[in-house]
């Protein structure tokens, strides 16, 4: 079983063509799975693509196995998070949380206590669970980031798919959230796949990554050895070298 | 280095760590919050707001002087004392001087040139005898056949349908809104209007020289006899007037007289409206239950003061007679839509249609208004 | 912790079992206020049954005018709270209200046509005016659903700029039809500031199963809604059909507005104010939110309208004056509270 099967993917916008250009690729079970290039090169694209989000228009994509179409329930398979939420409404912690509960809800109103349950247990793992009862918009930058992990955790999904998990936090942020990834991917059995910038937490924090450049693949394999200069320097058009383990300007 | 190294012991041992510092308000976080659209957006819809409102601002400027530079002050038809203003009676000069008149006109009346006040206390002046009379009022021209100056009609409103030559004349428009270029066009030397007329209306009408007398009649009858009096002065026929006045007051006075003596007073109520368009009727300050009251009935809606009434109020007053204008045969209707088919009138086919215009209209058709109001509310009597 | 979280629970419930208490009290006074001098006892008199000894007069007043008006302003203010609610989270904005899609302009145009047709009264025992304002509100919805078939991209932002345009334009087309018939405008000006005063057994009959219907729908979107709060992309990845969903939504909650319209008028503000009040009590999940809108809605319009006819007794206000007048400082005072919840 493959983590990833692409079969001559590609997508375009009306007025944008060759955002992912046929793209045919396997990729072995991982537990994490990054994938990194350029701004535009058709990362979240494809990230979008796989959660089921966005129709391809033309190839085929596999995940786990499972053939992936949009109008195709996969909330047993994967959870996704976006790169940001716009919440028009205040709402406490523990209530987004359980929305990761897909049937939460029963017929009379309430709340199932298995549920509730998870959803405390989904806050446990990512190390906020006394604020359930904080308004979401209310927390700072990192909390919240860790709480839409959190949701997703609560699907109780084998695969979890984020966008940009670290982007805009903070340096202590980044560590603990990456931290924290890494931690839940090499626990039960889960996988994540998650679009990142940085090469050096990349290759740092994840089994294996996907390059794109320009809607193509630019290079794919285990994060350690295809993280490196030459690959980096013709994916991203710059310069650059290796000093004491991180890659800097040149 | 490493860069991951170190810095973090573990996540469970998140637990410890206060929350006043990792609340953040206003979170640059993913969360945007509730329902801002991010300052760069206000901040351009602030430039065009300011944009808007200066270019708005220049425009009505340029409208407004584009109109007061249009027009002179110029007061009273026959005087052309103001530069720009077009004489348009024939034969008038310009001579700069206020009062100066060469023209004789039509026929030199002694009483002019007059000057009278209408109800908003305006000065209306006029130098000679209006010839051209635009009336914006359905009473106003009623009054106008009715003092026998009908011939000087040369406008009216869509709404001015009686008598019959009038509907023969041009119209100028409704009663809000008339079009003051019509008027103009007809070169109009006296208006005479109504409630309905708008203040703006009356400016521009005074800005371009035609003399505007607006006469509205309150609670008191009195007053509607008093419009018909200084129409005819305006008209240059006062003692004309007076007969006429007269003539309406013995006509209601011997009406009266009989309604006055009958023992009982049957409850009327005068529907104006009901069910889906609200249920009105004539409060107690209104004329139309001063015309109930002098047919010899009891107004149901002395309960309330103006128009406005209620269904309930209605059920409770539990008239003896409903009264309704024509077309759309309405009895008919309350018999089919409840409650108004419970009320006792209307089970016992006591609502009656009657021509609302002769009562709703302030002016000499009340006399009309009086009889048939009379008629229904005691058939039993002979009127004069 | 998650006992807290249960106690709350429950102290939500038990709000809305409160709420439900002071709709049935708020019901009982509104009988037995109005013109007609009945008392507290004979009404509930009236509504067990008894007949003897009961002036016919207040009979008429109780079953006759205020009964349905009661049970008109209840379906109203619910209608309204529910539709409001359902379209604040289909279109992630608090401040959309029933008549987003532009059936508000729809219904006046309907209601314009029956005046000036001259069915306005007595047609079906209806009411030409509540027949053809019901057809107005659901003949816009029947054209936004067009137009959404028409064009390509159907998002939410696409559904609202269709809404105001349609809201123009039909404004434009009814201030037209008002300048050619102007004898007239009193009658439509007065019907869209709203009122409930006109309510019959009939009127009321034909519009409690479309409410149903309408409130049943809604409701049974209570899920979908939850989801389509946190956006259309985030609703697909929950297995939600955004499309098939939004069309549903939509169709239902017209049809529960364009039913309130054609009893009320226009009535503004309760759309808008009580989903948020809802949401400030109970907080974002559909099952409870719902609830609570309705009972609110139907709470907030039978005060305004116990308002708007004993005011100025015996005359009346329009009630959507009245909701519009308390409207503004309940708004206002929810903006300034608006980070303090009470659950």
């Known amino acids: ?250 | 280095m490493n860069v991951g190294e170190g810095i973090n012991e573990g996540v469970p041992g998140m637990g410890n760590v206060s929350r006043e510092r990792l609340r953040v308000r206003k979170s640059q976080g993913r969360f945007e919050g509730t329902g801002r659209k991010g300052r760069g957006w206000r901040g351009q819809r602030g430039r065009y707001g300011v944009f808007a409102f200066w270019a708005f601002l220049l425009l009505s400027l340029t409208l407004s002087s584009g109109l007061l530079l249009g027009g002179g002050k110029a007061e009273g038809g026959g005087k052309a004392e103001t530069p720009g203003a077009t004489p348009w009676i024939e034969g008038v000069e310009k001579t700069g001087k206020a009062e100066h008149v060469l023209v004789q006109a039509a026929s030199s009346n002694p009483l002019f040139p007059l000057e009278v006040r209408d109800s908003y206390n305006r000065r209306v002046r006029l130098t000679t005898p209006p010839q051209r009379i635009v009336s914006c009022a359905p009473n106003m021209t009623e009054i106008l056949f009715y003092l026998g100056e009908g011939k000087k009609l040369v406008g009216r409103t869509d709404w001015c349908n009686w008598p019959e030559e009038a509907q023969r004349i041009p119209s100028v428009g409704g009663l809000q809104d008339p079009s003051v270029e019509r008027i103009v066009q007809l070169k109009s030397d006296l208006v005479l209007a109504s409630s309905h007329f708008q203040k703006e209306t009356v400016e521009l009408l005074e800005s371009v020289g035609i003399p505007v007398y607006v006469g509205l009649a309150s609670r008191e009858y009195e007053e509607v006899y008093r419009l018909i009096r200084s129409v005819g002065l305006l008209l240059g026929i006062p003692e004309r007037a007076e007969g006429k006045v007269k003539d309406m007051h013995d006509q209601m006075e011997g009406i009266r007289k009989k309604t006055i003596a009958t023992p009982n007073k049957p409850r009327v109520y005068y529907m104006i409206s009901f069910g889906d368009e609200g249920d009105y009727t004539a409060g107690s300050d209104t004329h139309i239950a001063q015309l109930i009251r002098w047919a010899g009935g009891h107004n149901v809606g002395d309960v309330i003061r103006g128009w406005r009434f209620s269904v309930e109020g209605l059920v409770k007053e539990d008239p003896d007679m409903i009264l309704v204008r024509r077309g759309g045969n309405i009895p008919e209707q309350l018999k089919k839509l409840s409650p108004y088919r419970q009320l006792r009138a209307v089970r016992e086919g006591r609502v009656y249609e009657i021509d609302t215009d002769s009562i709703d209209r302030m002016g000499p058709r009340n006399v009309e208004g009086l009889r048939q109001l009379s008629k229904v509310i005691h058939p039993e009597l002979i009127l004069p | ?343």
């Not at chain 1, 509960?101 to 009379?108: E, Q």
Request: with cysteine.
């Open chain 1, 1 to 250: 079983m493959r983590l990833l099967e692409l079969q001559n993917l590609s997508f375009a916008y009306p007025n944008r063509p060759g955002v992912l250009d046929h793209i045919t690729l396997t990729v072995p079970v991982v537990p994490f799975l990054s994938i990194l290039g350029p701004n535009g090169a058709g990362k979240s694209t494809l990230l979008k693509i796989l959660a089921g989000i966005l129709q391809p228009t033309g190839g085929t994509v596999e995940l786990e196995g499972v053939r992936i179409q949009p109008h195709r329930d996969v909330s047993t398979l994967l959870a996704y998070v976006p790169q940001s939420l716009h919440l028009p409404l205040e709402m406490r912690v523990i209530d987004f949380v359980l929305l990761g509960r897909p049937h939460a809800v029963n017929l009379t109103g309430r709340v199932r206590a298995y549920d509730v349950e998870k959803a405390f247990w989904a806050l446990e793992q990512v190390g906020c669970r006394e604020f359930w009862k904080e308004n979401l918009t209310e927390l700072s930058g990192g909390e919240q980031q860790k709480l839409l992990i959190a949701k997703a955790l609560a699907q109780e999904t084998k695969v979890l798919l984020i966008d940009e998990p670290v982007t805009h936090l903070d340096l202590r942020n980044q560590m603990e959230v990456l931290t924290l990834l890494r931690g839940l991917a090499e626990k039960e059995g889960r996988k994540i796949v998650a679009v990142m910038h940085d090469v050096n937490q990349a290759r740092e924090f994840t089994d294996y990554t996907l390059f794109l450049r320009g809607g193509k693949v630019g290079a794919v394999g285990p994060s350690r050895e295809v993280i490196c200069r030459e690959t980096v320097e013709s994916v991203f058009g710059i310069g650059v070298e290796e000093r004491k383990g991180l890659f800097v300007r040149a």
């Open chain 3, 1 to 343: 912790m998650i006992q807290e979280f249960y106690r709350i629970e429950r102290r939500k419930e038990l709000g809305a079992l409160l709420l439900a208490i002071l709709c049935a009290g708020g019901a009982i006074l509104y009988l037995s206020v109005g013109v007609v001098p009945v008392g507290l006892g004979e009404s509930l008199r009236i509504l067990l049954g008894y007949r003897e000894g009961i002036d016919p007069g207040h009979l008429l007043a109780i079953e006759g005018i205020r009964l349905p008006r009661l049970i008109a302003a209840l379906l109203v203010g619910a209608g309204l709270a529910l539709s409001g609610t359902a379209y604040q989270s289909l279109f992630q904005n608090r401040l959309a209200d029933p008549f987003v899609t532009g059936i508000s302009a729809g219904a006046v145009l309907g209601t314009t046509l029956a005046i000036l047709l001259g069915f306005s009264s007595g047609f079906l025992g209806l009411g030409g005016i509540t027949l053809f304002s019901f057809l107005g509100a659901m003949g816009t919805s029947l054209v936004v659903f067009l137009l959404l078939g028409v064009l390509k991209r159907a998002s939410s932002a696409t559904i609202l700029l269709i809404g105001i345009s349609l809201n123009f334009f039909l404004s434009a087309v009814v201030s037209l039809l008002l300048f050619l018939h102007r004898n007239r405008i009193e009658s439509i000006v007065l019907w869209t500031m709203g009122s409930v005063a006109s309510a019959t057994r009939d009127k009321v009959f034909f519009a409690l199963p479309v409410f149903l219907l309408g409130a049943a729908g809604i409701f049974a979107s209570s899920r979908s809604l939850d989801y389509l709060v946190l956006g259309e992309d985030i609703a697909r990845t929950h297995g939600i059909r955004v499309p098939r969903v939004r069309f549903r939504i939509i169709l239902f909650a017209s049809l529960l507005t364009s039913v309130c319209v054609s009893l009320s008028g226009v009535v503004g503000f309760v759309g808008l104010v009580t989903p948020n009040m809802a949401r400030i009590l109970t907080g974002t999940r559909h099952r409870s939110v719902l609830v609570y809108a309705a009972l609110l809605g139907a709470l907030f319009f039978l005060g305004a309208d116990l308002l708007a006819k004993t005011l100025l007794s015996p005359s009346e206000l329009p009630v959507g004056v009245v909701t519009s007048l308390l409207g503004v400082p309940v708004f206002a005072s929810l903006v300034w509270k608006s980070s303090r919840r009470i659950y």
